[in-house]
């Protein structure tokens, strides 16, 4: 196995840079209207019922 594949060695986290860097304000606001777009769309009742199987499940645990 290489070096890099080594399951018990810890993955690095990106450089503290990339995590900081702003989403151009374009950018934000397409990502916006598309995730409310997304928001407003009714859940199907298959998810709610999967939803209300787990909900279910962990109180009886």
Known sequence: MSEQ???????????????????????????KRMFTDVMDEPVPDEFKQLLKQLEDKERGA
């Open 5 to 31: 594949t080594k399951p018990d060695e810890p993955v690095e986290a990106p450089a503290a840079s990339a995590a900081t860097e702003q989403v151009p304000d374009w950018l934000g606001a397409r990502l």
